[in-house]
């Protein structure tokens, strides 16, 4: 038996994040969906790309939930959702568990205009 382990370690270099996280079993409250991938092609000629195909299956997860500005008539559960609150900053790292679901919010450093962080897997 192989168990995958998908852990993540945003090391924050500059700027900081805020970070909403959710505990796994909170699919329900956070209206799991999945995002349809799709196969393309690309054109040489005038250097875009057009769908092939979709998909039928998809590893991709998301929810439809705004978390900043929740519709909690359209998402009732969404009410019972407990999120953790968390801000990385320059030189901080943070564990995040397999299967957590987060929201990210970037913001840049006060003395330089942008946001740089690694993600260790």
């Known amino acids: 038996m192989n168990i995958i382990i998908n852990i993540s370690f945003p090391f924050q270099i500059s700027g900081t994040k805020q970070l909403f996280l959710y505990e796994p079993h909170d699919n329900t409250n956070l209206y ?3 995002i349809q991938e799709a196969t393309l092609s690309y054109n040489p000629t005038n250097k875009k790309f ?13 929810s439809p939930v705004d978390i900043l500005k929740p519709d909690h008539q359209r998402f ?24 957590w679901w987060h929201e990210v919010q970037s913001s840049p450093s006060k003395e330089e205009p942008r946001n740089v962080a690694v993600n260790f897997w």
């Open 32 to 34: 799991e969906a999945h």
């Open 76 to 99: 009732p559960k969404f009410k019972e959702a407990l999120a953790l609150n968390c801000t990385i900053n320059e030189g901080d790292v943070l564990f995040m568990p397999s299967f």
């Open 50 to 62: 057009r769908r092939k195909k979709l998909l039928e299956s998809t590893s991709m997860v998301m």
